[in-house]
């Protein structure tokens, strides 16, 4: 049953959409503050598409993650109160939250820079350097690096595949689709 592959076309038809830079810089921005889905949706079908804008479009993600950050950084600084029921005891991010409240207390401005590889939402850590009042000159260069090079490392290899990869995961999209959607039936009945 071929239900990924439309949706997979349509992806790659926006990616080349003109104002696709603009949603892109959008969504790294929110995504480090507020928003649960990673650029890297984007990024990847965008650097694939378009090669030789594949720089310029990690160095966008890297700039808009970074100022989301910021305003993530302001919200843990100066809004505590507000999210508090989503972070506190009982929230859906408190899990996250502790983990990333103890990645700053073992590694400090290192956790940082670890967040942009890591599994835990980017905006965790952001709001969580606010609340901790971390050094803010710190917090943006790790940042800065830690989201610059998981975005550039991103666009390369796609740039590097460029479309003929484009059109070998055309083929084999159907099946790498059910097999992730099995995956994750099978981790939440497992759970």
Same mark, same amino acid.
């Given at each position: 049953?071929?239900?990924?592959?439309?949706?997979?076309?349509?992806?790659?038809?926006?990616?080349?959409?003109?104002?696709?830079?603009?949603?892109?810089?959008?969504?790294?921005?929110?995504?480090?503050?507020?928003?649960?889905?990673?650029?890297? =949706?984007? %990024? #990847?079908?965008? +650097?694939?598409?378009?090669?030789?804008?594949?720089?310029?479009? &990690?160095?966008?993600?890297?700039? @808009?993650?970074?100022?989301?950050?910021?305003?993530?950084?302001?919200?843990?600084?100066?809004?505590?109160?507000?999210?508090?029921?989503?972070?506190?005891?009982?929230?859906?991010?408190?899990?996250?939250?502790?983990?990333?409240?103890?990645?700053?207390?073992?590694?400090?401005?290192?956790? =940082?820079? %670890? #967040?942009?590889? +890591?599994?835990?939402?980017?905006?965790?850590?952001?709001?969580? &350097?606010?609340?901790?009042?971390? @050094?803010?000159?710190?917090?943006?260069l790790a940042s800065a690096v830690g989201r610059g090079t998981r975005f550039f490392l991103v666009?390369?290899?796609?740039?590097?595949?460029?479309?003929?990869?484009?059109?070998?995961?055309?083929?084999?999209?159907?099946?790498?689709?059910?097999?992730?959607?099995?995956?994750?039936?099978?981790?939440?009945?497992?759970?």
């Open positions: 049953m071929r239900l990924f592959s439309p949706l997979y076309d349509r992806v790659m038809r926006w990616s080349r959409h003109r104002h696709a830079p603009w949603y892109l810089a959008g969504l790294s921005f929110a995504e480090s503050s507020f928003f649960p889905i990673p650029p890297d =949706v984007m %990024l #990847a079908p965008m +650097s694939m598409a378009q090669p030789a804008r594949a720089w310029r479009f &990690a160095a966008l993600t890297t700039a @808009a993650s970074v100022l989301g950050g910021l305003l993530g950084y302001l919200i843990g600084q100066f809004a505590y109160e507000l999210i508090a029921p989503f972070v506190g005891q009982g929230g859906h991010y408190h899990e996250a939250f502790s983990r990333a409240e103890a990645w700053f207390d073992r590694w400090g401005v290192w956790a =940082v820079f %670890l #967040a942009g590889f +890591s599994p835990i939402p980017y905006k965790v850590f952001t709001i969580t &350097a606010g609340v901790l009042s971390m @050094a803010l000159l710190p917090f943006v666009a390369a290899l796609m740039a590097w595949g460029g479309p003929p990869m484009e059109q070998r995961l055309r083929q084999w999209v159907d099946a790498l689709g059910w097999l992730v959607l099995g995956l994750v039936v099978l981790v939440l009945v497992l759970r």
